[in-house]
């Protein structure tokens, strides 16, 4: 079994919710997460704050971020336990954050020792 890190993408980060929006979106991620956990197959996560945030670029260029210098932004990630992308896939598919136009959620196995990415 591997290891998949699903990462929250945001189409628009400077968009914000009112705060009863983000109430019923944490319940669903919850919810969500909890269904990934009652399989046994979460093993952790966490969400990304937009404050404090800078973005260090080539030659030691340091800005305010990520938010300016993109339009996308990470909202946060979690990793999973699967037998396969496909199966990340399918947990992923059941995302909140996929309720926002324009958001993805991206999949991606993560590097063990196996000699892939040395």
Known sequence: MEEYMLIFRHEDGK????PEQIQVWMKQTMDWIGGIAAQNKFSGG?????????????????????????????????????DSVDEAVEFAKGSPVLQGEGNTMEVRRIAKDDGVHK
């Open 46 to 82: 966490n969400g990304l704050s937009f404050e404090g945030a800078k973005v260090v670029g080539h030659n030691g260029v340091v800005t305010n971020g990520p938010f300016g210098e993109i339009k996308e932004t990470i909202g946060g990630y979690i990793i999973v336990k699967a």
């Open 15 to 18: 968009k914000v919710a009112s």
